[in-house]
């Protein structure tokens, strides 16, 4: 075996301390497989160890929750029976490197976390971040990531449903590709990961182990070189196909009584799995990686333990169901090997060619893996140093018409048609609400109850003040699942950042961490999944470029009944146009400021919880009554905007007037539209009620200035179209 010298320990991203770390927890120093495990277990990726600290502060309970952080994916009762589990996740170097594939083999990994638990899943659902439209390699990432989702979504099966994608320089060298995947399950038919039962099997199932993938999570744990394209051979490779025959074969294993424990083979590939299901157990386990199923010639453990290959899946069973377990997976022409036992030594011990090639403690693995407080700013020193300029005076808009149209043609605004008719949404006959609205909406099979689920951030305020941001992000969630009609119940998160070891991004982490965690509790809307992603940060672009602090929320909420659900088009001409909740002129922050004056300057809303607590009950109930006939939050561009995109999709213009740039184009919070035959029937509400104007015709005229719902459209239509046509 290879030599360990400080070269070998620095190309595993283990620092001086960490590997002193690994002699004082082995007593001796380590083989190359050893510490290849030691590597990956203790990378970012699987360890958490800069963001641990601040991750145990978030609130993870409720009644309704089953389970929270730690396992596969969270759980919530949905009732009759029932749970929801849901998970999001990152594959965002991956997907930079090699599009298609980073962003296909994204959904696989998300799709198993959520089936790993015993859950069909029902919906997926994306959070992408890309860079400027003009920059050399934006339009092929933005293809390959968008054929890639589709790709492995449509042929697994599972509709792909909604999502959000912004553009942003800080985005030029480092893409964000955030997965979200949404299953049922019978709450009596859950499986968890820990490894119980002395001598029990350990059975491998799925595809077989190839080269692909080595270091895919130590590469996601570190900010880009100039080396990216070198990097290919660490991007697994997914066979949607194959995933969905391990779906089946799982669910049917899934319904007899053979299973101990199950975990999915994502991120460091066997060893995370292997190594969470005995920590998670309290047990030890022994594997024999002679019994390891390779699709490739000579594959040694260390190669066997780090590929990331995907469609994989590890498993305890109880004793004597192997040959009916094999009997399933070979009817799904899937390999299965028996290839360990669970010990009670508490130690991972591998053994090859008869010879024991790894003997590692557990504890350090997993429980005692580094944990750093790392230095950070507080958000006064944070703000100081973003150095965002205070908003200034702004010139009044001389003509609001042609800001609404050069808005509706951004690319943050745009349509995004053209990415979601790519995806099928369909397949399954359940999706009841799919991109376009505030939430997707999901029914739950055989049943007139239906999920909604939403993923939002703004990063652009999260760079601005990362506490307000970080409570935007979870209240836009709540706002959008309310806005259909369903009670928001918890949510899933993937927190993207930058290089921790740097004070000002340790400082976006623990603010929008703080700012996540108000909101949560003030909503009564606990966190029950959720990853971290940082060193997203590039030097290939030249001096070492950050994104914006990206903490996607993924929420989920629940509708008794479908039927009551809400969409944003306008239903009929004559109807009031009513806005619910406070006009505040906030434009710090806007697209308004960006994309018509060109400047990112002042702070971004400030969001009052309990004011968005008090309005997202009333909206449930105002649709539950059927009292309003259209709802839509506003959120990106403002007012007009949201008006703009209700006429759009209901091809029914409108009327409206006092309307100055403020309150066109600022983006206050806690903000939605609604439609009813007559704004009399909310004066008896105690809530903020500003009526705006009326619907009809084919236009929409805004203090008295028509603009025609076709030169909107166009608008709206026009970015992606000339994009990938030009």
């Given amino acids: 075996m290879s030599e360990i010298t400080p070269d070998v320990v620095a190309q595993h991203g283990l620092s001086e301390e960490e590997y002193a770390h690994v002699l004082h927890a ?47 994916a969270g759980v919530i009762d949905i009732g009759d029976g029932q749970a929801a589990i849901f998970k999001m996740e990152s594959h965002n170097h991956p997907s930079y490197i090699e599009p298609y594939q980073g962003a296909a083999t994204g959904v696989g990994g998300i799709l198993r976390d959520v089936f790993t638990m015993g859950a069909r899943p029902v919906a997926n659902m994306n959070a992408l971040r890309f860079g400027r439209p003009d920059h050399p390699k934006m339009k092929s990432l933005v293809k390959g990531v968008v054929a890639g989702i589709g790709g492995y979504g449509n042929c697994v099966g599972v509709p792909t449903v909604g999502g959000e994608t912004n553009f942003h320089p800080a985005y030029d060298g480092n893409i964000l590709v955030n997965a979200m995947t949404v299953g049922v399950a019978d709450t009596d ?15 491998y199932v799925g595809s077989k182990t190839g080269r692909d993938g080595i270091h895919g999570a130590t590469m996601a744990s570190a900010d880009f070189g100039e080396d990216s394209e070198e990097k290919r051979p660490t991007v697994q490779v997914g066979d949607p196909f194959t995933e969905k025959l391990l779906i089946e074969a799982c669910l049917e294993l899934m319904a007899t009584d053979a299973i101990v424990a199950i975990q999915d083979m994502g991120a460091a590939g066997l060893t995370s799995s292997s190594v969470e299901m005995a920590s998670k157990g309290g047990a030890g386990i022994r594997l024999n990686m002679n019994q390891v199923p390779c699709r490739e010639e ?82 006064a020193e944070y703000k100081a140093w973003a150095k965002v300029a205070p908003l200034g005076d702004l010139p009044e808009s001389t ?74 992000a979870v209240a836009e969630t709540y706002r959008n699942i309310s806005a259909v009609g369903a009670k928001p119940l918890a949510i899933t998160n993937c927190l993207n950042f930058a290089n921790p070891q740097r004070p000002e991004i340790m400082a976006q982490i623990v603010e929008a961490l703080r700012g996540m965690g108000d909101a949560c509790r003030a909503l009564d809307y606990p966190i029950v999944s959720g990853n971290v992603s940082l060193y997203n940060e590039s030097k290939a672009t030249g001096g070492g470029s950050a994104i914006l602090p990206t903490p996607a929320i993924g929420g989920v909420g629940l509708m008794d009944d479908h039927e009551a659900m809400a969409t944003i088009a306008f239903k009929a001409a004559d109807q009031d146009i009513v806005v619910i909740g406070y006009n505040y002129d906030q434009l710090g922050q806007s697209l308004y400021l960006r994309e018509i004056h060109g400047r990112e300057d002042g702070d971004p809303p400030v969001v009052d919880l309990e004011l968005e607590r008090t309005l997202g009950e009333a909206i449930r109930g105002l649709i539950d009554t059927g009292t309003v006939t259209a709802v839509h939050d506003v959120s990106d561009g403002g007012l007009l905007v949201a008006i703009a995109e209700m006429a759009l999709a209901g091809s029914i213009g409108a009327e409206l007037d006092g309307m100055n740039a403020g309150l066109a184009f600022g983006e206050a919070q806690s903000r939605y539209v609604v439609t009813l035959p007559d704004a009399g029937a909310l004066e008896g509400l105690d809530l903020p009620l500003m009526l705006i104007g009326r619907t009809g015709g084919d236009a929409l005229e805004v203090n008295g200035k028509p603009i025609a719902l076709s030169a909107l459209r166009e608008a709206s239509e026009s970015f992606f179209r000339d994009w990938m046509e030009g």
Avoid at 53 to 66: N, R
């Fill in 26 to 72: 082995l007593g001796r120093e380590p083989n190359l497989v050893e510490l290849g495990i030691f590597s990956v277990m203790w990378s970012e990726h699987c360890s958490y160890k800069s963001s641990r600290l601040h991750l145990k502060k978030l609130p993870t309970e409720a009644p309704w929750v089953i389970c929270g952080p730690g396992e596969n």
């Fill in 189 to 203: 038919k859950i499986f968890y990961c820990a490894a119980t039962g002395l001598g029990n099997p350990i059975v």
């Fill in 298 to 379: 000579g594959m040694t453990p260390y190669e066997m333990m780090l590929s990331e290959s995907q469609e994989r899946m590890l498993m305890v069973l109880k004793p004597g169901k192997e040959a009916m377990a094999e009997a399933i997976f070979r009817k799904w022409e899937l390999d299965f090997a028996v290839i360990g036992e669970v010990t009670d030594t508490g130690h991972m011990v591998l053994e090859w060619n008869g010879e024991v090639v790894c003997d590692i403690p557990l504890g350090p693995l997993a429980d005692e893996a580094p944990l750093y407080d790392r230095p950070h700013l507080s958000l």
């Fill in 399 to 472: 003509d609001l018409a042609a800001d609404l149209l050069k808005l509706m043609a951004c690319p943050d605004l745009a349509s995004r048609r053209w990415i979601w008719e790519q995806y099928d949404s369909q397949v399954g006959a359940d999706t009841l609400q799919k991109s376009g609205g505030d939430a997707a909406v999901v029914r739950v099979h055989g049943h007139k109850k239906a999920l909604a689920i939403s993923t939002d951030c703004t990063p652009r305020y999260c760079y601005a003040d990362p506490y307000e941001g970080g409570k935007q």
